[in-house]
């Protein structure tokens, strides 16, 4: 009995990913963001979802996705300018942590995903923590 609930598990772990859990749906893929660029017009700059602070508040067109999508972040300045760059949501849980947090990307084409499939529907400000006045908006659609 024993051999065969080993073979089983076996089985299961060799099948393709989502073959397991036939009949879920799909996670949609991470949406590509990039950040930076390597130019002093483009360095410190989210792509898309800039956004700027004017009296308190941050202006732009919010970087839109899906419910339930992740955000691939890609770092785009070249080894010249060498900068980290981070996104970091403004908003925090109520642990004081934010609700999503890139890890620091520091070399050109370096990328991370962005946990952003656990957050509701809404508009969310961020900011790189290592770059002054470096703003973004994801906006997670319903």
């Known amino acids: 009995m024993r051999k065969l609930l080993l073979l089983m598990v076996a089985a ?5 990913s989502g073959m397991a859990t036939a009949g879920a749906s ?7 963001m990039f950040v930076g660029g390597g130019t002093p017009l ?15 508040e941050l202006v732009g067109v919010p970087y839109q996705i899906e419910r339930g999508q992740d955000i691939e972040l890609t770092n785009l300045d070249n080894g ?3 900068n980290c760059h981070q996104l970091t949501s403004f908003k ?3 642990n004081g942590r934010p609700l999503f ?3 620091r990307l520091c070399t050109q084409g370096e990328k991370a995903i962005v946990l952003t499939s656990i957050v509701k529907p809404g508009i969310y400000d961020a ?3 290592v770059h002054f006045g470096m703003y ?4 997670i659609k319903a």
């Open 80 to 82: 010249d300018v060498a």
């Open 26 to 32: 799909a996670a949609p893929a991470p949406a590509p």
């Open 12 to 16: 299961l772990v060799a099948l393709p």
């Open 101 to 103: 947090n890139s890890k």
């Open 136 to 139: 973004a908006q994801i906006e």
């Open 42 to 56: 483009s360095n410190g700059i989210f792509f898309p979802g800039t956004s700027v602070e004017q009296n308190g």
């Open 127 to 129: 900011f790189c923590p």
């Open 92 to 94: 925090r849980k109520r």
